[in-house]
């Protein structure tokens, strides 16, 4: 069964995988009633209700992981600012992110110190650009760019602040043609670029590109759905998310060397955009388990042997984290729960 660009969406709350949700979804609360989800124009809640859901604008937050404590790096305060995709640059000195500053705007992407809130925008590259990752050498910026429904992926040198376009159009395993690049990610090494993308065949798999030889390898599994892929610090697996029929989003990591796949977690709820600690001994990403009608995420970490499962926040929606080089923070972006009555 495919997984389509719209049920992709449902899955993750809303989360368009082109570019950062704005709106993760509705809940409707009855007084003295059990949840439900809201159906849209087409529920009338009635005297006594109230609606849960997420802000639309969001921020670049940051988690001190010995303290618990979070603060905001970018503030979108009364103002319209939607931000994915956060990603330290290995100095640990900058984070880049994608930002929109208008519901119609393009992404564009920029850059933060971590313990400021002055951002500055990269120059090199005029049409969209979202989901970028730091290349481990700080040199360089991959991320996805869109035109006119067109999605690619793109290079950004950032000393010299240039940007070119990477063709990739055909899977050589005979996978079909390969279309709407998302989430990539650069191999420790820098060699090697990680993402995932649509097939003709209406199904969504794993890719490495070799950025030398322009070899495509194709992760083989049986899912429907695969998103979300992160190296770990030795390159050696690749931890992902994976949904079939039921269009829930298991936690998985694979060996790149032909090894076993082993998911970390399986249920109904959705756990998506991991991240390895620099140590390689847990990986953090963003779940809906502690919401019952799967809007409102929070951050957790496990180990990679699926032991030692630890929430990390609450009281805001929380997701697309990314852990610091030294492994004490977490990068994050965070959107307010927002309530109404009628």
């Known amino acids: 069964m495919g997984v389509s660009k719209r049920q992709l969406q449902f899955a993750f709350g809303g989360v368009a995988l082109a570019a950062v949700a704005i709106g993760v979804g509705t809940l409707l609360i009855r007084e003295g009633g059990e949840p439900e989800r809201s159906a849209g124009t087409g529920v009338s809640p009635g005297t006594g209700s109230t609606f849960v859901t997420v802000s639309r604008s969001s921020d670049i937050a940051v988690l001190e992981l010995a303290t618990g404590r979070t603060r905001l790096v970018t503030h979108a305060s009364d103002r319209y600012l939607a931000v994915s995709s956060p990603t330290w640059s290995p100095d640990g000195r900058r984070i880049a ?3 929109q500053t ?12 971590p313990d400021e809130r002055s951002t500055k925008s990269l120059r090199g590259w005029r049409k969209d650009a979202n989901e970028p990752t730091w290349s481990p050498d700080g040199g360089r910026l991959v991320f996805t760019t869109s035109h006119e429904a067109e999605r690619e992926l793109a290079l950004l040198d950032v000393r010299e602040g240039r940007g070119r376009a990477l063709g990739i159009h055909e899977d050589a395993a005979g996978g079909g043609e390969v279309e709407s690049p998302n989430h990539p990610a650069f191999s420790p090494g820098g060699s090697t670029i990680a993402f995932e993308a649509e097939t003709t065949r209406e199904r969504t798999r794993i890719y490495l590109l070799d950025l030398v030889t322009g070899e495509l390898r194709r992760i083989e599994n049986k899912a429907a759905g695969n998103a979300f892929p992160a190296f770990s610090p030795t390159g050696r697996q690749l931890a992902f998310s994976q949904t079939d029929s039921r269009f829930a989003w298991d936690l998985c990591i694979v060996r790149l060397d032909g090894g076993e796949q082993v998911c970390l977690t399986r249920g109904s709820a959705n756990e998506v955009e991991p991240s390895w600690s620099p140590d390689g001994r847990s990986i953090i990403f963003a779940s809906d388990r502690a919401d019952p009608q799967r809007v409102i995420r929070s951050l957790y970490t496990v180990r990679p042997d699926g032991s030692g499962l630890r929430r990390l926040t609450k009281g805001f929606d929380a997701g697309a984290p990314a852990f610091s080089r030294d ?9 307010r729960i927002e309530r109404f009555r009628r």
């Open 97 to 99: 992110f994608a930002q």
């Open 327 to 335: 492994g004490t923070e977490v990068a994050f972006v965070r959107r």
């Open 102 to 113: 208008c519901p119609h705007c393009p992404f564009r992407i920029a850059v933060v110190a």
